[in-house]
């Protein structure tokens, strides 16, 4: 794809006592989607929380752009183009579904997602923005909390169990949205329990199993059944293709 976006050097993260990753390496490509796969307790999210300054990196690097993001804030990181949607969505209910994208547009970064962008990108917020969001369901929820996050104009979206407690129909309609914001040219990280749905929208895979890279490769590439025995630590599968 050219052009590095973010790229982690081996890195542990604890909290407190104790450690839940070791040695991770990846990078993520410029207008790139990449699907962190694993179990639930694999690091996905801990993953996602130490790019965004919110878990202690106690070695190792993460180099976004050409920047060692070491020290810097986590509020930094955002300016600096770095968004999440994370698990549990996070919105404000006590303002409307307009108002809430509003806030995500608090960093006044430019770029191509303003608020009519958005809501031509989820038709379903278009129809919803006058209301206010503490009736709403999980599935608009995390679709407002996706368009909130992307109204600050990230270069790097990170996407933490975005299908967690929704019912297949919402699913299938979030992540047919994740093609449609990298084609905007956002690069996408995608953190998923299941396969499927984090397979069919990324150009690239990485499964955790218990805070370690237990493989990497494309979707096409890399056999169902050695993707099964890496996320389940069926086998000593280690590094990939």
């Known amino acids: 794809m050219g052009d590095t976006m973010i790229t982690i050097n081996s890195i542990d993260v604890v909290y407190g006592d104790f450690q839940a990753l070791f040695g991770v390496e990846l990078h993520v490509d410029v207008a790139e989607t990449v699907s962190i796969i694993g179990a639930n307790g694999a690091g996905k999210s801990t993953l996602l929380r130490a790019i965004c300054g919110l878990a202690t990196v106690r070695s190792g690097s993460i180099v976004y752009r050409r920047d060692d993001l070491a020290g810097v804030p986590a509020h930094r990181r955002v300016s600096a183009g770095i968004s999440m949607v994370p698990e549990g969505r996070r919105i404000f209910p006590s303002l409307t579904v307009e108002e809430n994208l509003l806030v995500g547009a608090h960093t006044g970064r430019k770029g191509p997602w303003t608020k009519d ?12 923005r ?5 009736g709403l369901s999980g599935g608009e929820r995390q679709t407002l909390a996706i368009g909130r996050a ?6 790097l979206l990170l996407l933490d169990e975005v299908s967690l407690g929704l ?10 949205a994740i093609p449609l914001v990298q084609a905007q040219g956002t690069t996408v990280v995608v953190v998923e329990q299941d396969v499927n749905q984090a397979l069919s929208v990324c150009n690239r895979f990485y499964c955790l199993l218990e805070g370690r890279i237990s493989l990497t490769g494309r ?4 056999p169902k059944e050695q993707i099964t025995d890496a996320y389940f630590g069926l086998s000593s599968v280690e590094g990939g293709h």
């Open 150 to 155: 992307l109204m600050a104009n990230p270069d």
């Open 219 to 222: 979707p096409g590439d890399v």
């Open 117 to 128: 962008a958005v809501l031509q990108t989820f038709p379903l917020l278009e129809r919803l």
């Open 167 to 176: 019912a297949p129909v919402v699913v299938k309609q979030v992540y047919e």
């Open 130 to 134: 006058k209301r206010n969001t503490d």
